[in-house]
């Protein structure tokens, strides 16, 4: 059950001001109240990111609009709240047992771990905190941890599908090691590639069935013409006649695995006359992609624009910054 009051929030100054008075007071309430202000911050960096991740799915929304998102903002805060309250993760609950474990329970910290959703308990702090240390300081720890716990859905998913993924940052991680192979013969940012799958296949959960209900790995919406050799899926289409958006059924190219697709996207744009003029501006992502729409290569007229919006999205940077850690790190060493 709940300590926190339901007017406790970590939006108000005065609000952490008496978890720090209560701290003195009953140090079991003040605690538990610090853990819920977490658990309440990790939710809204959940619900903000997969915001986020959508962006570029919602440009043509009838809903899109700055009132339409402030009062989603508004509902996804005080929901995140809620949750937080009837510890739907479990979060508050380790972050007591591993700050106080006197006040945390009767239960086993291995216990508490699984609640949490395998959250690894080293992205604690080691040593007991003041409640409002806890409360100002868990925006990185709530990072760390939602990373690592999407790259273990992820693992686990694909690890039982063949090759699925559970966030839009497994999407990317699951196919940049082969875009980075398959990108230089383009001259391509890879990132700019995943980007351009991202937005055809939904981060990879609209992506196309055969007949028989296999993946045909089809990153790029790719149509089997009458050259195509291999294996097919024919699936309802959205296409753009005239400026006005049809059905219509459709017949894709299949392939074996993403990296056979990837290969494909390449060699089609590559020995295409009509992508020449695409193909000479690969060093800059957005006239590749202008260049693409304006030869056809997809019927929508904000084709080029939805595929920047995801190149440009959080889960994008975040890999950047990484990369560019790494890159810092290999640099260190040598």
Do not use: C
């Amino acid at each position: 059950m709940s300590l926190t009051p339901n007017n406790v929030s970590y939006h108000d100054l005065s609000s952490l001001q008496q978890i720090s008075s209560n701290s003195g007071k009953d140090e079991k309430a003040a605690l538990r109240q610090a853990a819920e202000q977490f658990e309440s911050i990790f939710f809204g960096m959940l619900l903000s990111s997969m915001r986020k991740a959508n962006e570029a799915f919602e440009v043509e929304g009838m809903m899109n609009s700055q009132t339409t998102k402030f009062y989603r903002d508004m509902h996804d805060s005080q929901m995140a709240t809620d949750l937080a309250q009837k510890g739907a993760l479990g979060l508050a609950d380790l972050l007591v047992q591993q700050l106080s474990p006197a006040l945390g329970g009767s239960a086993k910290p291995e216990e508490k771990a699984e609640k949490a959703l395998q959250m690894p308990t080293h992205i604690l702090p080691a040593r007991k905190a003041n409640a409002v240390t806890v409360a100002a300081s868990n925006t990185q720890a709530a990072s760390a941890a939602a990373d690592i716990t999407a790259e273990a859905t992820g693992a686990a998913a694909q690890a039982g599908t063949g090759w699925q993924v559970a966030s839009p940052a497994d999407f990317v991680k699951s196919l940049l090691p082969a875009a980075r192979q398959t990108a230089k013969a383009l001259g391509l940012d890879p990132l700019a590639l995943v980007a351009q799958a991202a937005l055809e296949t939904g981060w990879g959960q609209r992506m196309i069935k055969t007949a028989q209900g296999e993946n045909s790995f089809n990153l790029f919406g790719i149509k089997a013409n009458n050259g195509w050799q291999g294996q097919t899926a024919v699936v309802d289409t959205l296409e753009y006649r005239g400026g006005v958006a049809k059905k219509e059924q459709a017949k894709f190219r299949a392939y074996d695995s993403p990296a056979h697709s990837l290969q494909d996207y390449v060699n089609f744009i590559s020995s295409s006359s009509r992508y020449q003029d695409a193909v000479k501006v690969t060093t800059d992502a957005k006239a590749y992609f202008e260049q693409l729409q304006a030869a056809g290569y997809a019927t929508d007229p904000a084709y080029a624009q939805k595929i920047m919006a995801v190149y440009q999205s959080p889960v994008m940077q975040q890999v950047r910054s990484e990369q560019d850690d790494a890159q810092e790190n290999s640099v260190g060493a040598d």
